[in-house]
């Protein structure tokens, strides 16, 4: 079983992804800069980044649970459909069809305080 958090972080012109990723009670954890964009396009390459990453460190026959505490990025992987940010859902769908089971699941951000953290780090590496 593997656990995946995935998270974003923007602040006007900058945006990252963090991703932790826990598998056998060790940890992963992944930061990313990303290019100028809004929140809701970061949370939705956070998670292809994450998912991505999973694919190249483990065996896709493993369970999968996918935790994000964006709401829009859980219910357009819900529902199969996004108004304005089909290309990255897409993304994402095709990634997940490439494990033997994935459950996702949206949490609060208090829970995904790792994946957080991470994003905020790569955010303030950008600064510097």
């Not at 089909?86 to 033997?100: A, G, H, N, P, V």
């Not at 459950?103 to 305080?113: A, G, H, S, V």
Request: hydrophobic share 40%; no cysteine.
């Amino acid at each position: 079983m593997i656990k995946l958090y995935t998270d974003a972080a923007t602040r006007k012109d900058l945006s990252s992804a963090g991703i932790l990723i826990i598998h056998k009670n060790i940890q992963l954890q992944l930061k990313y800069p990303l290019k100028a964009m809004d929140n809701h396009e970061a949370e939705f390459l956070a998670v292809i980044k994450g998912l991505t990453e999973t694919l190249a460190q483990f065996n896709s026959t493993e369970a999968i649970f996918l935790y994000s505490d964006s709401k829009i990025v859980i219910d357009s992987i819900n529902k199969q459909y996004s108004k304005h940010y089909s290309t990255q859902l897409q993304q994402i769908l095709l990634l997940l069809e490439k494990f033997s089971l994935v459950t996702y699941q949206w949490i609060p951000e208090k829970q995904n305080q790792g994946a957080h953290t991470l994003a905020l780090q790569a955010l303030h590496a950008q600064n510097s």
